[in-house]
Nanobody
Framework: QVQLVESGGGLVQAGGSLKLSCAAS????????MGWFRQAPGKEREFVAT????????YYQDSVKGRFTISGDNAKNTVYLQMNSLKPEDTAVYYC???????????????????WGQGTQVTVSS
């Protein structure tokens, strides 16, 4: 049974940092694409960042470029999202997702992903 378990969320002041982790289990994910999404109250779930685990290549939403870094540790089957210079508008529930290989060059839509974690709350105070 595939499981994605996020951790590392919390409350932080604006300008601070948090590192989210996503532990994956239940299958081999090396050929998969891993992603982070977020959903703020009253808003749709939006793409944040993605990584092609096999190649280490990454892609980010414009609003987080230069502030967030997605990375993966194959040995631990874990994906990370390092978030620096956090802003109040980054407040949301953050979700980890895994997608089987497809022809899509970058997985930026929620429909590209096959498995989801339960989410972890990130709150940035001003």
């Amino acid at each position: 049974q595939v499981q994605l378990v996020e951790s590392g969320g919390g409350l932080v002041q604006a300008g601070g940092s948090l590192k989210l982790s996503c532990a994956a289990s239940g299958r081999t994910f090396r050929s998969y694409v891993m992603g982070w999404f977020r959903q703020a109250p009253g808003k749709e779930r939006e793409f944040v960042a993605t990584i092609k685990w096999n190649f280490g290549s990454t892609y980010y939403q414009d609003s987080v470029k230069g502030r967030f870094t997605i990375s993966g540790d194959n040995a631990k089957n874990t994906v990370y999202l390092q978030m620096n210079s956090l802003k109040p508008e980054d407040t949301a529930v953050y979700y980890c997702a895994a997608g089987a290989p497809k022809t899509t060059p970058w997985f930026t839509s929620a429909s590209d992903y096959d498995y989801w974690g339960q989410g972890t709350q990130v709150t940035v105070s001003s």
